[in-house]
């Protein structure tokens, strides 16, 4: 007797699983149609909901680059010039002005705390009289959270990802 219960409680089991997994099964296939708007009741139709369209706008992602840790070394003179231009269309702040966007080339007889937004594109910094340049900066809203760098022509990366030494010859 104990023998025939146990074949017929596992074939029960057995078929009481597969029809648990086949309701949840058509219950998820449900959710995922209505959720992409392909299920409707027998006779209904979906129509739009009047002029009201739900556009979404891309997000824009703001990253702030301040320059603060600015050094020159092997400089031959007091006397320097430095370059300072994007390209895309990032902003820069010279001192303790808000980034803006440039017109043209900044030219610099010192080397000042520079915040600058590249969201949009990369900002350059070149020395133009002999020595090199050691920056350091901390970057709020990019992938970075701060960088240093050191050389001649430096180069802040679109997104606040770090910065690139550029050789100049």
Do not use: C, N
């Amino acid at each position: 007797m104990i023998r025939d219960r146990l074949p017929m409680r596992a074939k029960s089991a057995g078929v009481l699983t597969y029809v648990f997994a086949a309701l949840v099964g058509a219950s998820l296939a449900a959710e995922a149609a209505s959720a992409q708007g392909q299920a409707h009741p027998a006779g209904q139709t979906r129509e739009p909901l009047g002029a009201v369209q739900q556009t979404q706008a891309p997000v824009r992602r703001v990253t702030i680059v301040r320059l603060s840790a600015l050094a020159l070394e092997k400089l031959p003179s007091d006397s320097i010039q430095v370059l300072v231009w994007t390209s895309g269309a990032a902003k820069v702040g010279v001192g303790t002005a808000d980034p803006a966007p440039l017109a043209d080339t900044l030219r610099l007889s010192s080397l000042p705390a520079i915040t600058a937004d590249v969201s949009e594109g990369d900002v350059h910094i070149r020395l133009l009289t002999p020595g090199r340049m050691r920056l350091g900066a901390e970057v709020s809203g990019g992938r970075a959270i701060r960088f240093t760098a050191t050389g001649r022509h430096i180069v802040v990366l679109k997104g606040g990802v770090g910065a690139d030494t550029i050789t100049d010859p």
